[in-house]
């Protein structure tokens, strides 16, 4: 690549375009919201109960005072500030407070074990952690184990000061009281650091992904395409999907970009909390895991209620079950947009968007492709590699190793001791796959998940995602068990509905002819408790951890 100043060997010095040099920077986007859609509401569903309205303009203020007072403690450009909160308003003004002024705004996932908090916050460098009521009384407990933490800022006012908080306790109403809404933002580089967020560690310790400025503004101008989140000034958007997973996948950029309504659960996000925000504030579009929407058509079918206004759900983090699309679709006419992404790749990578051909189809027939990961937007790009380095075909059945490259995806690791990308620029995503003729992505599996059965393999994720759709059964699992004669072989975890009763055999017939029969699981298991990880995904290594001495019939 020919650099600035340099010249091309034998060529032309580079010509630069003669365009304004304006950097990237996601203060940028608050301002615009201030100022052109100052008055669109921000609705959330407080720590202390009442639910709580404010606009982008007074959001905007707020955070300008919180740059203030960040200043005032001794906070500089490239510090890392740490956040432990649900999504609120105010962990909104925090954000734009700690990235406006340049410094790195740490999101620190609550669901973690409380030791593995501390190791990432001491890890990360955290000065000072933002958190709500909620978790004052873990994180006070336990702040010897983070040394780098001088201060905690409770996102509350001083009627509600822990009794016993030492001077290291701040309220944030006392913080920002009285401080000019007038801060200085932006004049630096995009390249500069915005926010850190560490994987969740179901894959080895966790990593922290360090996104600047401009991958975050990039990611926000690429999930607003029309084909991607495609948010609108009009919508009012529901985001279930916390800010501590991968940047609330951008909606905390995208909806100030845009002028949209944000509307914030809060900590609740059982089913009637969220219908209750859903038809009080009008929700146009929403975004959670898989989860969450199960938890809610489950309220809504034991309530006798019903979704009004909704038009699109986006659900990832993990793969989306076919009975929650068809849900949607006929009972409340909502579309459900299928997206895959990974906190390396800030989250969004693919999405599956229907294109013109599909759009013909009845939707009998899109669901399939529904069902899959779907495309890349511009500026991402994927492929699929052998474990030799090869690249593998577009036909939709050969699995691979599922690449990732573009300014939206992670380089190297917080502190990481070398790059994690291929020599041609591409990461490991951990996860294998195929990709369709069609261009359609799906996940397969988690590589250490993925069953190695006769020299091939067996998809966990596609078993489970069928078994699931059993009338009785609420969640599934699949994991493989050692097997002399084929070296793996499928187990089926089975946690049935409240009050449910089912057979092994029950469950064997649902899938046959739905699977290839040599991915027949070897026994169906009952459980009481398929444990879901710190980002509401099934926890393998936990069930392997539980299950994994189980004996197969068929040993
Ligand atoms: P962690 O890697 O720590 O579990 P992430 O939230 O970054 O945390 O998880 C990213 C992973 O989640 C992906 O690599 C993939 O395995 C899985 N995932 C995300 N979206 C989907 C999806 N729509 N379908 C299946 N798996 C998904």
Same mark, same amino acid.
């Given at each position: 690549m020919v650099k600035l100043g340099e010249t091309e060997e034998g060529g032309e010095a580079l010509m630069l375009g003669l365009m304004q040099d304006f950097p990237l920077t996601v203060d940028k986007i608050l301002d615009h919201a201030a100022r052109w859609h100052g008055d669109r509401e921000i609705i959330s569903r407080s720590v202390e109960g009442p639910i709580v309205r404010t606009n982008w303009r007074t959001i905007h203020g707020r955070a300008k005072q919180v740059t203030h007072a960040l200043q005032t403690l001794g906070v500089r450009l490239g510090d890392r500030v740490g956040t432990l909160a649900w999504n609120t308003a105010n962990h909104i003004e925090v954000w734009y407070g700690i990235m406006g002024m340049g410094a790195v705004c740490h999101t620190l996932n609550p669901r973690l074990h409380p030791d593995q908090i501390l190791w990432i916050a001491d890890h990360a460098g955290d000065k000072i952690i933002f958190t709500d009521l909620t978790f004052a009384p873990m994180l006070l407990a336990n702040l010897?184990?983070?040394? !780098?933490?001088e201060k905690v800022v409770i996102l509350s006012d001083e009627a509600h000061r822990p009794e016993g908080a030492g001077e290291n306790v701040i309220m944030y109403e006392t913080l920002i009281a009285g401080l000019p809404t007038d801060a200085v933002w932006g004049g630096f580089s995009e390249l500069t650091a915005c926010g850190l967020c560490y994987t969740s560690?179901?894959?080895?310790d966790p990593k922290g992904v360090l996104y600047s400025h401009r991958s975050n503004f990039l990611h926000t101008l690429i999930t607003l395409q029309t084909d991607v989140i495609?948010? !609108?000034?009009?919508d009012s958007v529901?985001?279930?999907?916390?800010?501590?997973?991968?940047?609330a996948w951008g909606l905390a950029f995208s909806a100030p970009a845009v002028g949209a309504k944000l509307v914030l659960p809060g900590p609740r996000m059982d089913g009637a909390a969220i219908h209750e925000l859903m038809t009080c504030e009008k929700v146009t579009l929403s975004a959670a895991v898989p989860t969450v929407w199960q938890m809610l058509l489950q309220h809504l079918d034991a309530a006798g209620e019903t979704i009004t206004g909704l038009k699109r759900v986006v659900i990832g983090g993990s793969a989306v079950p076919e009975a929650i699309v068809r849900s949607f679709k006929a009972r409340f006419g909502v579309d459900v947009v299928h997206a895959w992404g990974m906190t390396e790749t800030s989250p969004l990578g693919t999405i599956a968007a229907m294109t013109a051909d599909l759009e013909e189809l009845p939707f009998d027939d899109q669901i399939p492709y529904r069902l899959k990961q779907g495309r890349p937007p511009v500026g991402v790009d994927i492929r699929l590699l052998d474990d030799e380095g090869k690249t593998l075909p577009h036909d939709g059945a050969t699995f691979g190793r599922l690449m990732v490259k573009g300014p =939206?995806?992670?380089?190297s690791y917080f502190k990481g001791k070398a790059d994690v990308i291929d020599q041609e620029g591409y990461f490991d995503t951990g996860d294998v796959a195929t990709i369709d003729q069609a261009g359609f992505m799906q996940i397969t599996d988690r590589a250490k998940d993925v069953i190695k059965s006769g020299g091939e393999w067996i998809s966990s994720i596609e078993i489970e995602n069928i078994a699931a759709g059993h009338p009785k059964a609420e969640l599934a699992a699949v994991i493989g068990l050692p097997h002399p004669k084929w070296d793996e072989r499928p187990l089926l975890l089975v946690k049935l509905k409240a009050g449910q009763t089912a057979t092994k055999q029950d469950l064997l017939s649902f899938l046959e002819g739905k699977i290839a029969k040599w991915w027949t699981p070897d026994d169906v298991l009952f459980v009481d408790d398929i444990p879901l990880g710190?980002?509401?995904? =099934?926890?393998k290594k936990l069930l392997r951890a539980r299950h994994g001495d189980h004996k197969l019939p068929t040993l």
């Open positions: 010897h184990k983070a040394p !780098s933490v560690g179901t894959t080895g495609g948010l !609108s000034q009009r529901l985001v279930v999907v916390p800010m501590f997973h991968a940047n =939206i995806v992670v380089k710190a980002t509401g995904k =099934i926890d």
